[in-house]
């Protein structure tokens, strides 16, 4: 996982990018249920989710969606493209 911050269309973002099985997924680093830091959590490489380390909310990074309670919106994903050896988001 790294984390980096990027300035988006509804102003700057920290974004966590998770490598799962060798693809790349972007996610915001903020839980919905309680704008906690996701990229803190537990992430599983194999299932591609991370835990929110405050209340366990269970994200997949595919979709950006809550797998388990309390949370039930789900939070932003980017597109991700590797270019020359670049990864690049889009995140307009």
Known sequence: MKLIEADTEEGPAKIGIFNCGG???AIEDRCSHDDGPLAEGEFDAS???V????HGSL???TSGRPKTLPAYQP???????IEDDTIKLEVS
């Open 47 to 49: 299932a591609c989710t």
């Open 51 to 54: 835990e929110c380390p405050r």
């Open 75 to 81: 939070v932003r994903t980017f597109p991700v493209a």
């Open 59 to 61: 994200f997949d990074l």
């Open 23 to 25: 693809r790349l997924f």
